[in-house]
């Protein structure tokens, strides 16, 4: 990796004069709108006793948050800041070595992170391809060293076959070649809700079933664990007083969501 030069950030490198200078042209400005004369900024003069040492302490204050600002980044990061950054990569500072040693290996870690082969990888290459909203990767779904990549579109829905196969042909570059690579359409798991509402005599009922889909929609979106108790929270949009009768795939059991599939609902609501 070619060595990156530490920039430096022009508007937070002022001299105290710089920020000085600032200060006493305001002050003249001021004067100027009240119509009084300006007071006196040269050196010796009170106001700059009191204003220089300020100026001072900014300009020290500027170099300290651009030293800060720049540890943000692990090519330029030290001391305490990179050991933050490893933290990131799971990668310690060993005894004794110095922050440009260790520096590279965090570098080096995130260079080849990108060709490890993990099921995090083939996740993040899926998602990467255009078209895909979602997707898990589960080891060994059939035998050893085979990776499933389960996807979905970007409604959140199962995948159609021809994004599969246009995602599994993108990955192939990417692929380690012990793994047994299949990019599938995630599987459907249905969720069926039945409850009985009591509504207000004003409530429109389709209306308020509406609301109810769409909140316990979003809900489900992306989530493996389904909690009755949850969803029931759910049922109280405007209009609604009571529910009753209220089943989750017709018990009142918390569900589990398989790690390949997404959810669909179906909504039995009755007053």
Known sequence: MATLDKPEVPILRETPDQIYQRMANRMTLIAQKR?????????????????????EEISDQQQLFEYGFLQRFLPWAD???????????????NEAETDDAYRQRLIDRA????????????ERWARNVDGVGGAVAIEKARHDLSIDVYITDLTGNPAGQELATSVRTKLED???????????????????????????????????????????????????????QQIGALFFVDGVIDFTGYTLNGAELN????????STLTMAVTT
């Open 111 to 122: 260079r080849t992170e990108e060709g490890d082969g993990r099921r995090q990888d083939y």
């Open 255 to 262: 569900l589990t969501v398989p790690a390949d599939s997404v």
């Open 174 to 228: 990417k692929r380690r070649a012990l793994h047994d690579l299949q990019v599938l359409p995630a599987k459907v798991y249905p969720v069926t809700i039945a409850v009985k509402l009591a509504l207000r005599p004003d409530a429109e009922f389709e209306k308020v079933k509406d609301q109810i889909t769409t909140q316990i929609k979003t809900y489900l979106k992306g989530r493996s664990q389904i909690v009755y």
């Open 35 to 55: 119509g009084e004369t300006p007071p006196a900024t040269e050196e010796g003069e009170i106001f700059y006793d009191l204003g220089y040492p300020i100026a």
């Open 79 to 93: 001391g305490e800041f990179l050991d933050a950054t490893g933290v990131f990569f799971g990668l310690s500072r």
